[in-house]
């Protein structure tokens, strides 16, 4: 009798271009690429799901309206209330108005509503496609021949891309009339005067800046959300690490565009 | 739950609109903040230094903001050509007269340029003109000055050093001063002194002041119309009179003058011996003379009384003094 051959147990070694982690990191950045350039495809082509864009803006702009109106009203408060002593030393009280205007516009707004737009709307992605994807909705989708990429990737980074640079307004607004409401309460100057003061040392650029800014943002936390849940795998640890890492890559990148933007900016200036 | 899904495209449409309202405003508001949307003309400025002037920087005329800086760039030999941006409202108001200095935006602000001067004798400032330049005190000037003060202040403070050695070794009037207590005791006398001093000059003016209190209610007196005073001072007739009167004793003094004059010149010659007065007062042979004189008519004289008594008995003359000593004893008894 002959005995049956032994089954190696040992897998073959697997060749790897540079190492493990370094080839998984730069494959994930090739693929992020590939997600990007499937998105503008996309975006760009017939048929438009216009419905689920406004669902979708209804969704991540609306609903987050309340959460960064309070954010930015407090942060315009707070900041006013930190930075008037420094300037008071000066004797430079009338000067809050300038501060503040240039902190929040240039900075502030577009920043703090990205945080939170991170926080709330990045994670809700990644949790809801990573989840979908893990029950096989999306899979469903494609068989039911219904673009699963079209209508849920493409629709929920469109909308946060567009409503990024709204909610931005709204918080530059809310936090510029918290930090009047402040400025009022101690210095008892005018809304007019408040204004004028703050307009006169911000320009064109900044506005722009900022709403060039917001837009990038928008179109990062989209993309972060929907990549990690798009590409959620493992159940439903998936979808928790999913929203997580959609969270935190979302802040990180921020910070990083945050930084080269006003870097660009500054040289233009 | 189709009734709010059918709402979205609404409540979202009306979100982007306030968004995109927030911003229109904005920009506007910034828009004229900056002049931006307003009609403009072009004026330049050459200056040496512009101290880190920014493009965009405001632009003051009287204080009111006109225009912002639009373009800086390097002229010519170390000159910096400053192409301003300023509103067509402004144009009548600024006269090629008007001169451009760099100033600050506050203590530590923003460089701004600041249009000042100029009046109806220049003509109205035209496109593309070059205003006049004046250098203005920098910040550098300032701490240039502040530090010629340090200076001074050190010299002062060094003076100051060596005057109170001087005075802790004891040398010199001030040194005394501080040191000896005998100097100090005098200085107590001194101020004992000095206060007494200013008692009196207290009662003093005290009774100054009851005397101004006087004067003050003579002067009242003077000033009330109905007594004498005021008449005296305000009554012109009086005044002719007086004026009249002193005018009379001018010229009596003027001859009592004249007078006195005489006086001197007579009394001057009785004094001399060229005259008959003189030489009766003055010569003694003359006065011995006069005295013989006097001497013979007294005895002349006593004869004379005698041969007139004779006289008066002789027959001839008797009855004529008979008759005269009746006359005068009739008279005596109508008398009594």
Same mark, same amino acid.
């Given at each position: ?65 309340? *959460? $960064?109106?309070? @954010? %930015? =009203? +407090? ?91 709204? *909610? $931005?307004?709204? @918080? %530059? =607004? +809310? ?95 | ?336």
């Amino acid at each position: 009798m002959i005995p049956a051959p032994e089954i190696s147990e040992t897998k073959p070694a697997e060749k790897y271009f540079i190492s493990k982690k370094t080839d998984v990191f730069f494959n994930d950045i090739y693929k992020v690429y590939k997600f990007i350039a499937l998105f503008f495809k996309e975006a760009f082509s017939a048929p438009f799901e216009f419905k689920e864009i406004i669902n979708q803006c209804y969704e991540v702009g609306y609903k987050s309206l309340a *959460l $960064v109106s309070l @954010t %930015g =009203f +407090i942060t315009g408060i707070v900041f006013t209330k930190q930075s008037r002593p420094s300037l008071a030393n000066f004797g430079a009280s009338s000067w809050l108005p300038s501060l503040i205007s240039i902190a929040i516009i240039r900075a502030l707004a577009p920043l703090v509503t990205a945080l939170i737009a991170a926080g709330k709307v990045g994670s809700n992605m990644g949790a809801e496609l990573g989840s979908m994807k893990v029950t096989e909705q999306i899979d469903a989708m494609e068989v039911s021949a219904t673009n699963p990429f079209k209508f849920l990737v493409v629709t929920r980074i469109t909308a946060i891309t567009i409503m990024l640079p709204i *909610l $931005v307004l709204y @918080t %530059g =607004f +809310i936090g510029m009339m918290g930090a009047y409401l402040n400025i009022h309460q101690n210095e008892q100057t005018s809304l007019i005067a408040f204004f004028k003061s703050a307009f006169g040392t911000i320009s064109f650029l900044d506005i722009f800046s900022s709403i060039f800014k917001a837009t990038c943002y928008g179109f990062t936390i989209g993309v972060a959300g929907c990549y990690q849940g798009y590409n959620a795998q493992n159940g439903t640890q998936g979808v928790g690490r999913a929203a997580n890492s959609a969270v935190v890559l979302a802040m990180f990148m921020i910070f990083v565009e945050e930084m080269v933007i006003v870097q660009f900016v500054n040289a233009i200036r | 739950m189709m009734t709010i899904k059918s709402n979205r495209p609404v409540i979202v449409g009306m979100f982007i609109l306030l968004g995109l309202a927030i911003l229109v405003v904005t920009l506007f508001t910034l828009g004229g903040e900056k002049k931006t949307f307003v009609k403009s003309f072009t004026l330049n400025a050459l200056f040496t230094d512009v101290n880190g002037l920014l493009k965009g920087a405001n632009i003051l005329y009287s204080g009111v903001k006109v225009g912002t800086v639009k373009k800086i760039s390097l002229y010519g030999n170390a000159q910096v050509l400053v192409t301003m941006s300023i509103e067509n409202d402004a144009e009548s108001h600024i006269h090629k007269n008007a001169k451009a200095k760099i100033g600050s935006d506050g203590l530590i602000g923003n460089r701004i340029i600041i249009i000042y001067g100029g009046d109806s004798t220049g003509a109205e400032i035209a496109k593309n003109d070059f205003l006049t330049v004046e250098k203005a005190v920098t910040t550098e000037d300032m701490m240039t000055t502040l530090q010629a003060n340090n200076k001074n202040l050190l010299e002062i403070t060094n003076g100051f050093k060596s005057i109170s050695k001087k005075i802790d070794s004891g040398k010199g009037t001030l040194a005394t001063l501080l040191n000896d207590p005998s100097m100090a005791n005098k200085l107590n006398g001194t101020v004992d002194n000095l206060q007494s001093t200013v008692a009196n000059f207290k009662a003093v003016s005290a009774s100054s002041k009851n005397v101004l209190a006087s004067l003050q209610d003579f002067s009242g007196n003077l000033n009330k119309p109905g007594n004498s005073m005021n008449a005296l001072v305000t009554d012109t007739v009086i005044f002719r009179n007086i004026k009249s009167t002193l005018a009379q004793l001018e010229q009596a003094s003027n001859e009592v003058t004249q007078f006195t004059v005489n006086l001197k010149t007579t009394s001057e010659k009785l004094n001399q011996k060229d005259n008959m007065a003189g030489v009766l007062l003055n010569d003694p042979a003359a006065a011995s003379s006069m005295k013989g004189t006097l001497q013979n008519l007294q005895a002349a004289s006593h004869k004379l009384d005698e041969d007139l008594e004779a006289l008066q008995h002789n027959f001839l003359l008797r009855g004529f003094f008979k008759k005269r000593a009746k006359e005068n004893k009739i008279d005596t008894i109508i008398i009594k």
